[in-house]
């Protein structure tokens, strides 16, 4: 791969009753950390809520790479790439399994 190369892009829905949906986009960048520029979304369009949020799209106090949930971000490890999905897949399903 190189550069602006995507890595993923995928888009599907995680409940159909209730319409929460999971983004995962990445595109690979030798100058980003990680190699890659990425963001990964968890959300309900029905509430127009974005309930979790992984990306490292911006400078941040707490590392470059990040994990949203609500108004609160927090530093995350990043590992690799499939590493990452594994664990935002993870979250994602323990976080619906609450919710519903």
């Known amino acids: 791969m190189a550069d602006g190369d995507v890595a ?3 888009n599907f829905e995680v409940d159909a009753a209730t319409g929460s ?3 995962l986009f990445a595109v690979e960048s030798s100058s980003s950390p990680g ?3 990425y963001g990964f979304q968890y959300s309900d369009p029905e509430e127009g809520e974005r309930i979790l949020r992984y990306d490292n799209a911006h400078d941040s106090d707490v590392g470059p790479h990040h994990r949203h949930i609500g108004d ?6 990043f590992h690799g790439l499939q ?3 594994t664990r935002f ?3 994602v399903l323990e976080t619906h399994e609450r919710r519903h």
């Open 35 to 37: 190699g890659f520029v």
């Open 8 to 10: 993923l892009d995928r």
């Open 89 to 91: 897949r993870e979250e």
């Open 83 to 85: 590493d990452h999905v």
């Open 72 to 77: 609160e971000i927090e530093g995350i490890e």
């Open 21 to 23: 949906r999971v983004e």
